[in-house]
């Protein structure tokens, strides 16, 4: 995946047949879609890949238990097949994980159990593992810095983890493989429409400036948390439709939570579940669920949320984590689809396919899960409103780019490891590298600071930039890394 090359492909190409607005989950697994079918696909991100909420993800790939709790089946049941399907053809990036819910009053034990029965049953052949009750010391065993006090025993369950911007990246990697063109920091400016139908889209190269006019056959609008800014470009004045909610993860020393089992707290203040997770060698805390007016491209965790965190795990450990304990916090923000609701909690999770008057197709909401099946459903939406020739989705058996080679370090700082990452995954910038390429940022932001202008010089060696870039790059980065570092 060379971003040189990407440009004399868009270059030399007269028309596309499908064109995609941005580069998260939705709009990748779009391109890794119909690039498979063998449709001549492009997409465009705007900043770098996932660097929107696609990274900051909770990194589970999961039925959601709390939606069962909701009683929305069909979700659920949608959600656990895809989590069968994703393990299958990415085992390098998502894997098994075992979860404790614990019990510390009576009915907690069989009204869980039986949940949790209902959720192996419904995951049926795709299912990971069969729930069972633990005793008391079966689930001290497991999750030794559980606070004992009161505790009867745990419900243990499986479901899925993952590496959220890693699969972005070998998303784009596949896609680029059968021949799709994927651009990072390359904004969509406009859409060109000839008699108010869509015929293509301005847009620009963020890295040189220069601008290009794509025509295409169909274009999906796959931006997120953005959507309403790019149905605003097609229809001006258009009733705004996602109401962004944002989520924010503390992460911790393994310590807090020593072992591979993650716990599960069935229950907080505001009526949600609460996740601490073993993540490559960390502990990962949340979420939250708090309903915000701006959509900004760096969210940051808000006081009151990161006081529910730190709050909520303190009444399930033994030992409180402390401000100064959180090596790094992330936030990102929910594109839910607006409902007559005002609580976000309750607004749907579903995903929603919306064809506008000008033929631009709008995907938004979903999650990570069920990025492969949002994709197939929006390409059969292209397909029927947009003349395209009939071709079947073969995602369903996909290999993921990745899946037969070694999973690089999450905290490599090796010079190969940075070059390889500048040279095969279109990494132009230190954030792309410590955030994405590796997770560093989101494990140790301290550490990250620390590792910048090391990583600046092998970047600049390898893509030809002088010490001008370097100082720029290491002070853009340091205070980019201010927002994931939570001060006493
Ligand atoms: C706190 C939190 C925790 C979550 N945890 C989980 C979980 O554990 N498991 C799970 O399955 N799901 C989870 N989700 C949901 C999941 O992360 C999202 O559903 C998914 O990442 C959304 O992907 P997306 O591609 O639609 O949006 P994004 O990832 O936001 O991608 C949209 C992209 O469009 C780009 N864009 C915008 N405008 C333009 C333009 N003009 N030109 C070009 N590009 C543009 C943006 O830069 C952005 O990168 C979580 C979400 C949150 C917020």
Redesign the pocket.
């Known amino acids: 995946m060379n971003r040189s090359l990407m440009i004399s492909q868009l270059e030399s190409q007269q028309e596309w047949d499908i064109a995609i ?8 697994g779009a391109a890794v879609d119909a690039a498979s079918r063998g449709f001549k696909t492009i997409l ?4 770098d ?6 990274s ?7 039925g959601g238990v709390r939606y069962l709790q909701q009683g929305n089946i069909k979700l659920v049941m949608e ?1 656990l097949k895809e989590r069968g399907i994703l393990l299958k053809n990415a085992p390098h990036l998502a894997h098994n994980q075992t979860f404790l819910v614990p019990n510390y009053k009576w009915w907690e034990s069989p009204f869980y159990g039986i949940g949790l029965k209902i959720y192996d049953w419904m995951a049926g052949k795709l299912g990971l593992g069969p729930s069972r009750f633990l005793s008391k010391e079966e689930t001290l065993k497991l999750a030794p810095t559980l606070d004992p006090t009161d505790l009867r025993g745990a419900i243990l369950y499986h479901d899925g983890q993952f590496d ?1 911007a890693r699969l972005a990246i070998n998303l784009a990697q596949t896609a680029a493989q059968y021949e799709a063109v994927v651009l990072n920091y ?4 406009g859409l060109l429409k000839v008699q108010d139908k869509i015929q293509g889209i301005t847009v620009k190269d963020q890295l040189t400036g220069k601008q290009y006019e794509i025509k295409c056959r169909a274009l999906i609008n ?5 959507t309403d ?2 149905l605003e470009m097609d229809d001006p004045g258009h009733e705004k439709m996602i109401a962004p ?5 503390l992460v911790v020393d393994k310590e807090f939570l020593p072992g591979d089992t993650a716990i599960l707290i069935p229950r907080t203040d505001d009526g949600r579940v609460l996740f601490a997770v073993p993540w490559h060698d960390k502990i990962v805390l ?2 939250t669920d708090t309903p915000v007016e701006q959509v900004v ?1 760096e969210p940051v965790p808000m006081e009151e949320e990161i006081r529910f965190i730190l709050k909520h795990t303190a009444l399930y450990l033994s030992r409180d984590p402390q401000r100064s304990d959180v090596r790094s916090m992330f ?5 839910l689809v607006k409902g007559k609701s005002k609580k976000t909690a309750a607004l749907s999770r579903d995903h929603l396919i919306m064809v506008g008057d000008s033929k631009m197709i709008t995907i ?8 492969r099946k949002m994709a197939e459903d929006v390409i059969n939406t292209a397909i029927k409103e947009n003349g395209l020739p009939e071709k079947k989705c073969v995602t369903f058996d996909l290999h993921l780019y990745g899946y037969d080679l070694p999973v690089p370090s999450p905290v490599s700082v090796t010079p190969g490891d940075i070059r390889r990452s500048v040279q095969e995954e279109m990494c132009m910038m230190v954030e792309d590298y410590l955030s994405r390429r590796t997770r560093h940022l989101l494990l140790d932001a301290r550490a990250a600071v620390a590792a910048a202008p090391a990583v600046a010089a092998v970047m600049a060696e390898t893509l030809g930039r002088d010490k001008e870039w370097v100082e720029e790059q290491v002070k853009a980065f340091t205070s980019l890394a201010k927002n994931y570092i939570l001060s006493d």
């Open positions: 607005i941005g580069g998260g989950a939705t709009g990748l465009f991100e705007q900043h890949f996932a660097s929107g909420t696609s900051r993800s909770t990194k589970l790939v999961h959600a959220d390359f904004p969509v400016t796959a931006t997120g948390v953005f800014s790019i909610s944002q989520g924010i993860h949340g979420t491209a936030a990102g923000l929910r594109p938004t909401g979903g999650k990570w899960t069920t990025y």
